[in-house]
Nanobody, 120 residues
Framework: QVQLVESGGGLVQPGGSLRLSCAASGSIDSIDDMRWYRQAPGKQRELVAAITSGGGTGYADSVKGRFTISRDNTKNTVYLQMNSLSSDDTAVYYC??????????????WGQGTQVTVSS
């Protein structure tokens, strides 16, 4: 199966930047779409950004122009560059991937989440 490990979260001041990473490992045959979700306290989990295996991207309206999703297929890693952060971006961020593993076939996997807190 596939394991996802996220990193890069933390505390940042309003207007600051953070870069999240999510590395996939395990018995990976291939990875299709990769996504970042977030969940703020008391709110539903929402899709923030997505990237296809070919590099096509999509973003939630609330982050367009501020966040950039990218991937390194040689490292099975997806990134989320977050700029101009505001308190509205405070949430736990989760990566989510569609992956084919040698042992389990096709599945959707979730990372453990990384906390992003935007506060002065």
């Amino acid at each position: 199966q596939v394991q996802l490990v996220e990193s890069g979260g933390g505390l940042v001041q309003p207007g600051g930047s953070l870069r999240l990473s999510c590395a996939a490992s395990g018995s990976i045959d291939s990875i299709d779409d990769m996504r970042w979700y977030r969940q703020a306290p008391g709110k539903q989990r929402e899709l923030v950004a997505a990237i296809t295996s070919g590099g096509g991207t999509g973003y939630a309206d609330s982050v367009k122009g501020r966040f950039t999703i990218s991937r390194d297929n040689t490292k099975n890693t997806v990134y989320l560059q977050m700029n101009s952060l505001s308190s509205d971006d405070t949430a736990v961020y989760y990566c989510n991937v569609d992956a084919h593993s040698y042992d389990l076939g096709y599945n959707i996997y979730w990372g453990q989440g990384t906390q992003v807190t935007v506060s002065s």
